[in-house]
Each structure stands twice: as C-alpha cells, then as structure tokens.
Nanobody
Framework: QVQLVESGGGLVQSGGSLRLSCAAS????????IGWFRQAPGKEREGVSC????????KYADSVKGRFTISRDKAKITVYLQMNTLKPEDTATYYC??????????????????WGLGTQVTVSS
C-alpha cells in the first residue's frame, strides 16, 4: 500500500505563497484520487482540494478558490498544492489522503483509505 509524505509547510507572511507536496512512498499514484485537507487547532478537519486519478476532476473549497491550485506530476509520484495570497485563517496542519476512487465528488466527507502525517502551515498577519 502506498504511503503518503507531505512537505513544503512553513511560516509565511500574509499574502505570501507556499507549495505543498504529497509524495507517494513505496509506489506511485497510478489509480489514486488525492485530497488535501487541513485542520486548525480547535476546529474540525475540512476538505481543501481534490484531484482525481486522471486529473480530469478537480474540486476546491470555496475558501481557497482562486488562491490555491492542485496538480499532479506525470510520473504519478507527487501531488502539489500551490497556495497563493495566503491569509492568517489558512493556518493549519495540512494533510493529504489517497484512495482508489474515480472522482472527487463528496471528497470532504469521504472515508479516505490512506493519510499522511501532515505538514504545518502558519500564516502571520
């Protein structure tokens, strides 16, 4: 079973950018749809974005539309989340998840098969 490793988090000022990576360890994302999620202290986990296994179905949370972009490399090893115009409310631990599902419909509530350990994003005002 593929394992997930997130990276790219850090401390950035409001308005800045970060690119998160979700890498497949021990395999590739041949048939996996990948979701990005975040959880801030004291808040529930929320879906941020999702990209289907073929890349043709992409979803974003309303709070990040126009600022975040999800993509996956052709080698099917890494999925990226480019985050621009970051706001303090984007501060959270960001996680990626994978499952062999064909699309992103309902991704925020889906019971994903595999999760990474997360990477911290802190946006200062």
């Amino acid at each position: 079973q593929v394992q997930l490793v997130e990276s790219g988090g850090g401390l950035v000022q409001s308005g800045g950018s970060l690119r998160l990576s979700c890498a497949a360890s021990g395999g590739t994302f041949d048939h996996e749809t990948i979701g990005w999620f975040r959880q801030a202290p004291g808040k529930e986990r929320e879906g941020v974005s999702c990209i289907s296994s073929g890349g043709g179905n992409i979803k974003y949370a309303d709070s990040v539309k126009g600022r975040f972009t999800i993509s996956r490399d052709k080698a099917k090893i890494t999925v990226y989340l480019q985050m621009n115009t970051l706001k303090p409310e984007d501060t959270a631990t960001y996680y990626c998840a994978a499952d062999k599902i064909p699309h992103c419909e309902g991704y925020g509530d889906y019971d994903w098969d595999v999760w990474g350990l997360g990477t911290q994003v802190t946006v200062s005002s």
